[in-house]
């Protein structure tokens, strides 16, 4: 049984900075030469600031953003009772307000909304559904990001 | 690379598809470093078959940023409105992932003309591995 009294806990806060090597490294893993993510002068003709982050690119914040403050959404799963062996990743979804830039420095907490128990074929597995709004130093909201984590016991 | 309109996208339209080069045990070890998702199933042979799998298992992330290339591809990524998927099966270095998609309904909201669409990958034998929708203002 995960601890049941992490739903709508105030955990630590993620901070993450974006930088252009992060955003080059992250699109370089998934071999996704858009020049848009890797090329400054190029974003600059498709209209951008600079380089542009890929659109899966705020679940590096509950991960690298919260390395530092133990916000690591394993972490947190962790200190909930999941073995991260039997964790899955069941959803991801993000709803956008704006794009993000090197220099974008970013802060979020991330909650945890529900539990719910499933008895399947296999046994028993709980889904744990979190949410995180992301904003910008500006104090701008840039993305709103919620995941399905499935811990299977 | 021509940016849709609104005006020329009909509902039902295939989105142009997107085939990747096979996953690798290395590919898996650089998406690690650079998402900061360091689980060990992903990564350590053991962990994978103790966690239940054969070995290790693709990041359902990467599959996902797939479609996101996919769908950047087609549209700037500062006209996606929403995007989200759910992850139907599990992933291996070898698979080779194809990404396609649909345009499911023509729509205004917020005073600005969107499509929504259906996505989705699935491996070299049909296996569908993520089926998710986003929202793009066109």
């Known amino acids: ?153 | 690379m021509t940016t849709p309109t609104f005006d020329t996208i009909n509902v039902g339209d295939a989105l142009p598809s997107l085939t990747k080069a096979a996953i690798t045990e290395v590919q898996l070890v650089r998406y690690s470093g650079a998402s900061g998702d360091f689980n060990p199933i992903h990564t350590v042979h053991q962990a994978g078959v103790e966690s239940g799998n054969n070995g290790v298992i693709t990041h359902g992330m990467v599959i996902m940023g797939f479609v996101g290339q996919m769908i950047a591809n087609w549209v700037r990524p500062d006209q996606v409105r929403s995007f989200g998927v759910r992850f139907t099966g599990i992933s291996r270095p070898g698979d080779e992932i194809t990404v396609s998609g649909k345009v499911l309904e023509k729509f205004e909201a917020d005073g600005e003309q969107r499509v929504r669409c259906e996505v989705e990958a699935a491996d070299q034998t049909g296996h569908r591995k993520v089926k998710g929708e986003f929202v793009a203002a066109l």
Request: no cysteine; charged share 25%.
């Open chain 1, 1 to 153: 049984m995960l601890d049941q009294s992490y739903i709508g806990k105030k955990l630590p806060t993620i901070r993450y900075q974006v930088d252009a090597s992060k955003i080059r490294e992250l699109a370089l893993a998934l071999g996704d030469d858009n020049p848009i993510y890797h090329d400054k002068a190029a974003a600059q003709a498709a209209g951008y600031p600079d380089i542009v982050a890929p659109l899966t690119f705020p679940t590096l914040f509950r991960f690298w953003g919260g390395t530092a403050a133990g916000a690591e959404t394993r972490t947190i799963l962790q200190q909930m009772g999941a073995n991260v062996l039997r964790i899955l990743h069941g959803e991801e979804q993000y709803e956008y307000f704006g794009t993000l830039h090197p220099g974008d420095d970013i802060s979020g907490e991330l909650e945890i909304k529900s539990i719910d128990r499933k008895e399947g074929s296999s046994g028993a597995m709980d889904m744990v559904r979190t949410q995180a709004t992301y904003r910008k130093q500006t104090g701008e909201v840039v993305a709103i990001a919620r995941a399905t984590m499935v811990v299977r016991w």
